[in-house]
Nanobody, 120 residues
Framework: VQLQASGGGLVQAGSSLRLSCAAS????????MGWFRQAPGKDREFVAA????????SYADSVKGRFTISRDNIKNTVFLQMNSLKPEDTAVYYC??????????????WGRGTQVTVSS
């Protein structure tokens, strides 16, 4: 699976952004999709995941209630709606694909990251 993330940018605290990740190369609907992020000097961390059907979602505690993951299996795209952004959300955001994605997963397929910067 080839993945291409987009939608990052520089925003003020309290603002919203919507990230997109377009997939190609294999049957998108066979894969769970996830978003991870890596802040400067920190390890990459799990943000959110969605099952292949879109029925099940999971979130890191730090983003629960503010971020929403969704997918469109017709357009082969997964989204991350980020509301009430905080400076600590600043990171490079990556999308990933695997049969199942949890916070412990190390997916085999990764997209290039998109930078999200939240100013205070």
């Amino acid at each position: 699976v080839q993945l291409q993330a987009s939608g990052g940018g520089l925003v003020q605290a309290g603002s919203s952004l919507r990230l997109s990740c377009a997939a190609s190369g294999r049957t998108f609907s066979n894969y769970a999709m996830g978003w991870f992020r890596q802040a400067p000097g920190k390890d990459r961390e799990f943000v959110a995941a969605i099952s292949w059907s879109g029925t099940f979602t999971s979130y890191a505690d730090s983003v629960k209630g503010r971020f929403t993951i969704s997918r469109d299996n017709i357009k082969n795209t997964v989204f991350l709606q980020m509301n009430s952004l905080k400076p600590e959300d600043t990171a490079v955001y990556y999308c990933a694909a695997d049969r199942v994605i949890t916070k412990e997963t190390k997916p085999p397929f990764w997209g290039r990251g998109t930078q999200v910067t939240v100013s205070s």
